[in-house]
Nanobody
Framework: QVQLVESGGGLVQAGGSLRLSCAAS????????MGWFRQAPGKEREFVAG???????IAYADSVKGRFTISRDVKNTVYLQMNSLRPEDTASYYC?????????????WGQGTQVTVSS
């Protein structure tokens, strides 16, 4: 099992930035591939970004390319730097680990952190 704990969400004005963190623990052999997803009210969960290893393979959704950056550190924490935020980025953001299908399907999920972007 893998435990994932997200942090860093909050309220920000449009054009602002936030950095989300996801700390992984437990069966860390399953954390080679990790990702971020988001779900807005009334919408389906959507893939945001994924990373394998230390960054040799990275993928982004078209909607966040050029604005969001995924990275990880040696302590198995994955980050999502979000710049130029837009109201449509408002959602609950979820960390995921254990790739079932790269880059958009995983076995393990965190509880989520809320990001709200005001216009």
């Amino acid at each position: 099992q893998v435990q994932l704990v997200e942090s860093g969400g909050g309220l920000v004005q449009a054009g602002g930035s936030l950095r989300l963190s996801c700390a992984a623990s437990g069966r860390t052999t399953s954390t080679y591939g990790m990702g971020w997803f988001r779900q807005a009210p009334g919408k389906e969960r959507e893939f945001v970004a994924g990373i394998r290893g230390s960054g040799g393979s990275i993928a982004y959704a078209d909607s966040v390319k050029g604005r969001f950056t995924i990275s990880r550190d040696v302590k198995n924490t994955v980050y999502l730097q979000m710049n130029s935020l837009r109201p449509e980025d408002t959602a609950s953001y979820y960390c995921a680990a254990g790739v079932r299908r790269w880059p958009d399907d995983y076995f393990y999920w965190g509880q989520g952190t809320q990001v709200t972007v005001s216009s």
